[in-house]
């Protein structure tokens, strides 16, 4: 069926380290693709989107490009600050699948000094 | 711009008791979401609203959980009774359409703590 694989956490890095969180997907049909941040105790924000192939979706240092021929979605931030830390949820939206968003499990950040 | 508004924040009841959730999405945004968030999962979709009308209710248990959206707007979740299980974040998104190329956004949520 559908879903979402992204790498477990919790990943711990220095302040300036650089970021990778990888994401697959396994959709049937052509997905618009989405990461999601949750800061702690709040909901979740839109972090950045990729509605085709190889389209680059970018915000706040953020950056991810839509690979249909791997079906990824990875998230890199060339360096990272302890605001960074949160739980980042990739997500996919079929608009056959009802407008579901279908998600990750997500993986917890935690930058350090 | 006024986000997704949504209460209570935070909710504990003791198994068997009734309880409810309320949101009021983004003006001018006709979809409307309810999805549910177990500790350490991403959210799952229960309902989606197109207007008042629910248009995908495949996910929600309908022998305990009921939802409304009467006049378009605002909306209202009820778990009755509440069962230990459904200790959860409840979030409410909306969107102002539908299709892949429409963005939901998310309000804070609803912490249920079941007793």
């Known amino acids: 069926g559908d879903s979402v694989t992204q790498m477990e956490g919790p990943v711990t890095l220095s302040e300036e380290a650089f970021l990778t969180i990888n994401c697959t997907y396994t959709?049937?049909?052509?997905?618009?693709l989405f990461w999601y941040v949750q800061y702690p105790g709040e909901g979740l924000q839109l972090l950045l989107k990729a509605t085709k192939a190889d389209d680059k979706g970018s915000n706040k240092g953020f950056e991810a490009t839509y690979r249909k021929e791997t079906t990824s979605f990875h998230l890199e931030k060339g360096s990272v600050q302890v605001s960074d830390s949160a739980v980042y949820f990739c997500?996919?939206?079929?608009?056959?699948?009802?407008?579901?968003?279908?998600f990750g499990t997500g993986t917890q950040l935690k930058v350090e000094l | 711009e006024a986000g997704v508004v949504q209460s209570p924040r935070y909710k504990i009841i003791e198994k068997k008791q009734p309880v409810a959730f309320w949101c009021n999405p983004i003006?001018?945004?006709?979809?409307l979401y309810w999805y549910r968030q177990n500790l350490g999962q991403g959210p799952e979709l229960l309902i989606r609203y197109e207007n008042e009308e629910a248009v995908d209710d495949s996910q929600l248990p309908k022998d305990r959980f009921s939802a409304e959206r009467l006049k378009g707007v605002d909306s209202t979740l009820k778990i009755q009774p509440a069962e230990l299980g459904d200790s959860a974040v409840y979030l409410c998104a909306s969107s102002f359409g539908q299709g892949k190329q429409e963005t939901q956004y998310f309000g804070p949520g609803t912490r249920l703590l079941v007793l």
């Open positions: 997500a996919f939206l079929l608009t056959g699948g009802g407008n579901k968003l279908t």
């Open positions: 959709a049937t049909g052509y997905p618009s």
């Open positions: 003006s001018g945004h006709n979809t």
